[in-house]
């Protein structure tokens, strides 16, 4: 419901799921069918999605997608295939299996969904068990007239906030235009190569456009950034064996000079990429509408109608 995920939103991120008191959250990771399959996952009520709470009769539908038991380069092979020991709770050789929050639990050799029941076991569409990875980054700028001056909201006289945002292929659903981190890359390289495939398709360009974008690229990214959020995801892939994990990190372009000259073209994953205005009416990917209202919270721009409800726990 809208007031809890308000109420969420006030929730230190970091510690979301470092202790019993919070409650969990798991709307996406609970729908079905099962993205890109006609699998339906098992009932979990809401009061059973800790793992806290006992459930003898707990019955979850097995599910790894075909595409990640072909085993490309991406996924790792099945949990009892011979020669296949991963070291879960630390770094794998190259593969990141530490979690960002925190240790994990082991069950039966295959971790377990920090996060509490899914009603599926298995992959699913991820290539990882335990936690896989991503980087999204959220870039920003002011919305501007046509003579250059800031945009502010008429309501709330807040300055209106634009983000680069893509419209996914697989869902059709606007997102943050992030992916999966590659085994031994840092972060800031994912999120850099990530904008530049997604939002500006630079596996397209000719090696001369592509050395100009990568200065562009490197302009705006080597700037001071904002790490909004580093965690767990509630998104549709999620299983109790596999789930996602993301660092949002926030580079925002304040004269607008940058991103003005960064021609904007849908890459890979992306159907269309447009800059979007921000506010709560936003109906976004995964948990990035959350992502998205902190940084409007840190830029101090226009986010809301409504005066905040306030919370009651």
Not at 33 to 58: A, F, L, N
Not at 248 to 253: E, I, K, L, P, S
């Amino acid at each position: 419901s809208k007031s809890s995920a308000n109420c969420w939103s006030h929730l230190p991120p970091v510690n979301m799921f470092n202790s019993y008191s919070v409650k969990f959250y798991h709307s996406k990771a609970l729908t079905s069918p099962y993205p890109g399959s006609h699998v339906e996952r098992s009932q979990v009520p809401e009061d059973k999605v800790g793992w806290v709470t006992e459930w003898k009769d707990y019955n979850p539908v097995e599910y790894t997608a075909k595409s990640v038991l072909a085993g490309p380069s991406w996924a790792d092979p099945q949990i009892n295939d011979e020669g296949f020991s991963p070291k879960f709770n630390e770094r794998d050789g190259e593969v990141e299996r530490k979690s960002l929050n925190g240790l994990y639990v082991i069950e039966n050799g295959r971790p377990r969904n920090p996060a509490g029941r899914t009603g599926l076991t298995g992959r699913g569409l991820l290539g990882r068990w335990g936690p896989n990875h991503a980087a999204d980054p959220v870039v920003t700028r002011w919305k501007r007239d046509g003579s250059g001056n800031k945009v502010a909201h008429p309501l709330t006289g807040k300055n209106i906030l634009q983000f680069v945002a893509i419209k996914r292929r697989d869902c059709g659903e606007w997102a943050i235009p992030g992916g999966m981190v590659d085994p031994g890359e840092k972060i800031s390289a994912t999120l850099r190569r990530e904008f530049g495939e997604e939002a500006l398709n630079s596996l397209q360009k000719s090696p001369e456009e592509k050395a100009k974008l990568e200065k562009q690229l490197h302009k705006l990214f080597s700037q001071e950034h904002f790490v909004v959020y580093r965690g767990y995801v509630d998104d549709p892939r999620n299983t109790d064996n596999a789930w996602m994990e993301t660092e949002a990190v926030n580079y925002h372009d304040e004269t607008g000079e940058t991103m003005d000259i960064l021609p904007l073209e849908a890459g890979d994953d992306a159907g269309v990429v447009k800059w979007v205005d921000i506010s709560e009416k936003l109906e976004l990917y995964a948990n990035h509408s959350y992502f998205i209202k902190l940084v409007t919270e840190k830029r101090g721009a226009h986010w809301s109608e409504d005066p905040e409800p306030e919370c009651h726990e």
